[in-house]
């Protein structure tokens, strides 16, 4: 049964200090962008609140452009932003990618890429891109600014290390060198949900993150070492069934995502170890 | 709140966490766009905001303000003789929102982009047939064959 | 004029497309409530007590004790309770009903229910009650088996399958001094109406039932809409005011009807040079707690559950059980889908048995003109399995892919199927259904209880009595499915509706026609007065049906049907995707090509979702997956292109040859592309066919399974 409208208030910040006063000083507040996750929690009556915070009208949380080598994100940037983009077509294909295969045109068109980071579903398309592109986390409150490595951001199952008072402002990602591959694996060809879904980067030192494999996003620090020091795609693909903890859910079964898993390893070993050839 | 909708100016009083779905259905007396699901699932609720495809039971009032948004009230144009020559209508149900989510294709789209727009709109009676012949022609989606049975094919050989 | 062969457009159709057409949710009535149902959350036990946590100040609160008639649901056998007593045999069962101004109000009203809880029965083989049973038997079993040169034995199961008509169900009832007035979503206003006369205990006359423009059926609005129309009116009558009852998604996937699950077994004696010597046949299907229209499900299924094939000597046995799950009720297909895909996978078995070439061994025992069926019903001219089967072979290439695919990772699987147009044996009589036209200045106007769900019955119904009163289209009107204005043509079901409810158009209008003696309508009103045709139901001359032995004519005639399909195998998935399906269907005449093919087209797609995707995950007697983002249905892009051919064998007693088309087409999918998956080393038995069953079947098959090389 949908949470009732009358017990929910929203606060419409008009600035970001005055946002970032309002969650220190008036929470606890939720955030609200997109609302593609959130609303679907307030009709089953599961969402968190009551009080909202908008975010719409923020422009400090918007925008993509190249600070310098880095490329820099805007938290409310949409999906459908992100593949739209020039700068992150060349700069950063797979984030591209993973932005086309989120959900349907219409949740493109509104979810956006802070919101996908802070629902921190372990099966969110773009966090193994953010887990492999070793993004930085840009937190804000009011007492100043936060970076946190993407990859030290989730400390469990939906949790992160944002405090109730912080906001992600925007995502700073460093050159990524080497091949940029993605794949997800989705409960059906549009409109899914992930069952297994990989980021890799093909490098001296390569980069695997998998996400739907374990309670958050994973990087497979072992089987990267092993890949770069030479070890087989045999002896790749068994060690990392050990840095992954997939279960069985109402989508899928564990033994189905250990040897998908596996299975993406080789096809991104495989497909990256050719020439480039034009798309 | 104000906003501009199906091109005309409107000034709605509503909660600003209401679904645009309920105000543009309740408070608009626009019931032309439906809820199928209310999980942002079926696409039945699709309606252009910005000239965008969203799905109106995920976004919350507030943020249609200053906005245009149209609904299958407000369109014009050929899609929907098209819908109703080619089989692109059975119930009819998703037919609004497909024709909203299919606003952004252009003149004369290929099959593959008619699907990919879509690919966020349940149909349950076409098997999408009839809606990629209406938006992308005969030629992507071509009308069935009808043949007297004693002209079918005379053998399995082959 | 000619106009039946013609794809006119659907009447409705510009409304629709423009969102002009009005469903039950978007109607509003003065004064008028909302109202919520409050269900068990156990599957099994005794409900002790009901306790309110809100101010009952401004509701309308109805239990059991509010039924003023008799609470049950007037179906088959009357064994469905409206409102749950003390017995509960079902999670989502109906208790308590509210109703109130406000829809927050409403929805935010606590009520507690206590239970003492009982083990449940959840496994339909662990269960001891049969809603039916039924034994067909042709020739001798044991004669057959003696004449086998191969045995081949299978098993095969299918699971739930929800219908997902984008519409919900929704109902709006209308109080007046004397009786109710229901509008709403539903394919059966006389069920409706029975159902209501019963449960109000008021003469049928004294309610009125209007079927509002209906967002999808499939059968999921055959029979449930009389539970949701009884709660609406129940709670009208004690508020004295207009209430209104549309599900939201959650609780229609997880009260509502869904498709038997089933478990067919299947031991089958052939010949070297396959000839089918012996079929035997089990069925074994599971009703949830309440009979609803089981035993018709069973005995659709029954009927169906040896293919279209001929054999002298069968024996086909069938049970539906009684389990503590919402009760399983009709959709398209009936009970056909699932015993067709059960016997099309176990010929592909007995063809590799045999090694022999599947088409071959289709071709060899299809039943053509003349043979008779399981039952002994002789076949007509129109026994089209034949030709259905070898245009589709043709026109999919399906030798030729099947050679040339070889080690490629992309199969290529047929099925062969017929389907029973109209009501099973003596179903047909004991409707006796009634059709009527009436003459107007302008030209006629259709009177019956057939509904317009997206079928396209309103706009081929006007199609043949234009044709045949010798009207353009545009003149003949077809009233809106009111009780208080239509006769009782029958339920809109049972692929029936163009070839009986047609056929009694087609008399009244010939009769019409004749009696105008060349005048116009309006010059014959003003001469002669008002003109009413009126026809009911005649059963045909020959073939009397006998329910006791199963044996006679089961159905007028036969809808025939082959589905084609192409799949691909992801080697890193495992996922089996559907690249394209060719359908043949032999429907006697289609009087619009475009909304036949449009069946065709729908029914395909989903049955490849019953095929591929669609999986009710059941816990503990629930639905755990009740969310579209869960319970999977066909997208743009998991549906691929779909190639119709309608083959026409006119049925003399069909109007201008019509046979029916609903149904049929969700026969072939599961079948075809489980075949493909056969074709592809994949011994797969169940539906659907995950990519998850799909490596645990090519882990356990000791030849390794050709993958496909195409990048995605």
């Excluded at chain 3, 609406?232 to 609780?251: Q, S, T």
């Excluded at chain 3, 996937?253 to 010597?277: E, F, N, Q, W, Y």
Aim: glycine residues 10%; positive net charge.
């Amino acid at each position: 049964m949908a949470t009732p409208l009358s017990r929910l208030a929203l606060r419409q910040p008009r600035s970001l200090a005055q946002a970032l006063r309002w969650l220190r000083d008036d929470g606890p507040l939720v955030p609200l962008a997109g609302c593609t996750d959130l609303y679907v929690g307030v009709h089953f009556g599961a969402a968190p609140g009551p009080c909202f915070l908008d975010l719409a009208d923020l422009a400090p949380l918007r925008g993509i452009r190249l600070r310098g080598d880095t490329l820099s994100i805007g938290a409310l940037t949409t999906h459908a932003e992100l593949f739209g983009s020039p700068l992150v077509r060349r700069r950063l294909p797979m984030l591209a990618a993973a932005a086309r295969e989120v959900g349907s045109p219409q949740i493109q068109n509104r979810g956006t890429l802070g919101g996908n980071v802070a629902n921190a579903s372990p099966a969110g398309d773009t966090l193994p891109v953010l887990a492999v592109a070793e993004a930085e986390v840009v937190l804000r409150s009011a007492d100043g600014e936060r970076r946190v490595p993407f990859t030290s951001f989730y400390t469990g199952y939906r949790q992160t290390v944002m405090r109730r008072d912080e906001l992600i402002v925007r995502f700073e990602i460093p050159p990524v060198r080497g091949r940029q591959w993605f794949r997800k694996i989705g409960t059906r060809a549009a409109q899914a949900i992930s069952k297994v879904v990989i980021a890799a980067v093909r490098a001296p030192a390569p980069r695997v993150a998998l996400g739907s494999v374990a309670p958050t996003v994973v990087r497979l620090p072992r089987t990267e070492t092993l890949l770069a020091s030479g070890g087989t795609l045999a002896e790749a693909q068994a060690l990392l069934q050990d840095e992954i903890a997939p279960i069985d859910d109402i989508r899928s079964t564990a033994a189905y995502r250990r040897r998908v898993a596996a299975n993406l390893l080789a096809q991104f070993w495989a497909e990256t170890g050719r020439p480039v050839r034009a798309r | 709140m104000r906003f501009v909708l199906n091109g005309k100016r409107a000034d709605v009083d509503a909660p600003p966490l209401k679904r645009l779905l309920d105000v543009l259905r309740e408070d608009c007396g626009l019931t032309g766009t439906k809820e199928g699901c209310g999980e942002g699932e079926c696409g039945a609720c699709t309606v252009l905001v910005d000239g965008v495809p969203v799905n109106a039971c995920l976004v919350p009032f507030a943020h249609a303000r200053g906005r245009r948004v149209t609904t299958i009230e407000g369109v014009r144009g050929r899609a929907a003789a098209a819908f109703a020559r080619e089989g692109g209508t059975q119930c009819g149900i998703c037919t609004p929102g497909v024709v909203m989510a299919a606003a952004t294709l252009g003149p004369r789209p290929t099959a593959a982009r008619v699907r990919a727009a879509l690919a966020g709109n349940l149909c349950r009676c076409t098997g999408y047939a009839g809606i990629v012949r209406a938006l992308a022609g005969r030629r992507a989606a071509p009308r069935p064959r009808v043949l007297a049975a004693s002209r079918a094919a005379k053998t399995t050989r082959g | 004029m000619r106009v039946v062969g013609r794809s006119v457009p659907r009447q409705e159709g510009l409304d629709k497309a423009r969102g002009a057409a009005r469903y039950v949710d978007d109607l509003r009535f003065p004064g008028m409530l909302h109202a919520r149902t409050i269900r068990t959350t156990i599957p099994r036990g005794e409900l002790l007590g009901v306790r309110l946590g809100f101010d009952p100040n401004g509701f309308t609160i109805v239990d059991h004790r509010d039924v003023p008639g008799r609470n049950v649901v007037a179906l088959i056998q009357e064994d469905q309770p409206f409102l749950v007593e003390r017995e509960v045999r079902h999670a989502e069962e109906a208790v308590l009903l509210l109703a109130h101004e406000d829809k927050e109000t409403l929805a935010t009203a606590r009520v507690d229910l206590e239970y003492r809880r009982e083990e449940p029965v959840l496994d339909p083989e662990r269960s001891s009650h049969a809603f039916k049973q039924i034994a067909i038997g042709k020739g001798d079993l044991g004669r057959g088996f003696a004449q086998a040169d191969l045995v081949v034995e299978g098993e095969y199961r299918t699971g739930r399958q929800e219908h997902v008509a984008i519409e919900p169900q929704g109902v709006i009832a209308v109080p007046s001094a004397d009786g109710m007035t229901v509008i709403g979503s539903l394919q059966c206003p006389f069920y409706v109406q029975k159902a209501l006369a019963v449960l109000l205990g008021l003469p049928p006359q004294s309610v009125r039932v209007v079927q509002a423009e209906t967002g999808g059926g499939f059968g999921g609005k055959e029979d449930y809409p009389s539970i949701v129309a009884g709660h609406a009116a129940l709670l009208a009558r004690k508020a004295g005011r207009p209430v209104k009852l549309v599900y939201d998604r959650l609780e229609e996937m997880a009260a509502t009807t869904k498709r038997h699950p089933s478990i067919v077994r299947h031991r089958t004696g052939v010949a070297r040079d396959g000839r089918l010597t012996a079929l035997e046949i089990e069925v074994l299907f599971d009703g949830g707690a309440y009979c609803t229209l089981s035993p018709v499900v069973l005995s659709r299924g029954c009927l169906h559950a040896t293919g279209p094939y001929s054999c002298d000597n069968v024996s086909v046995r069938g049970r539906v059980v009684r389990t503590n799950t919402p009760p399983c009720g009709a959709f398209r297909g009936f009970g056909a889908p699932q015993t067709v895909f059960a016997a099309e996978v176990q010929m592909e078995r007995v063809a590799e048995a045999l090694g022999m070439d599947p088409v071959r061994l289709r071709e060899r025992n299809a039943l053509r003109p003349g043979d008779t069926t399981a039952t002994g019903q002789r076949l007509g001219e129109d026994a089209s399995a034949l030709a259905v089967l070898r245009e589709a072979v043709k026109r999919s290439g399906y030798h030729h892919k099947r050679r040339a695919w070889r080690g490629t990772g992309r199969g290529i699987g047929l099925a062969l199927f017929h389907h029973g147009a109209g009501f099973t044996g003596s179903g047909e009589v004991m409707l006796a259904s009634r059709a009527a036209l009436e003459l107007t200045p302008r030209g006629a106007r259709v009177l019956v209880a057939s509904t317009e769900m997206g079928q396209g019955a309103r706009t081929t119904l006007a199609q043949i009595v234009a044709e045949a009163l010798g009207v353009p289209l545009g003149r003949i009107e077809v009233a809106e499915p009111d009780t208080a204005r239509v006769p009782d043509s029958g339920p809109t079901v049972a692929s029936r509706t163009c070839m009986v409810v047609g056929r009694l158009l087609e008399a009244c209008a010939l009769e019409m026609k004749a009696r105008l003696g060349g005048l116009s309508p309006a010059a014959y009103l003003k001469r002669h007065g008002p003109l009413t045709i009126t026809r009911q139901y005649e059963p045909p001359p020959r073939g009397a049906w006998d329910d006791s032995t199963y044996r006679g004519d089961a159905y007028g005639t036969f809808g025939w049907g082959c589905t084609v399909a192409e799949v691909e195998l992801d080697p890193v998935s495992y996922e089996l995707r559907p690249t394209r399906v060719t359908a043949v269907a032999e429907i006697g005449r289609a009087v619009n090509p475009l909304m036949a093919a449009g069946q065709v087209e729908g029914g395909t797609a989903q049955g490849l979702g019953f095929a591929l995707l669609e999986e009710v995950v059941m816990r503990d007697g629930r639905m755990a997956n009740a969310q579209l983002t869960n319970y999977l249905v066909p997208t743009t892009l998991d549906t691929p292109p779909i190639d119709v051919t309608i083959l026409e064998s006119p049925y003399r007693r069909g109007p201008f040859g019509a046979k029916g088309i609903g149904e049929m087409p969700m026969s072939g999918p599961g079948p075809a592309v489980a075949n493909a998956a056969r074709s592809l080393g994949l011994d797969v038995r169940c539906l659907p066919i995950t990519p998850e069953r799909v490596l645990e079947c090519a882990s356990s098959s000791t030849e390794s399974v050709p993958t496909s090389t195409r990048r995605r």
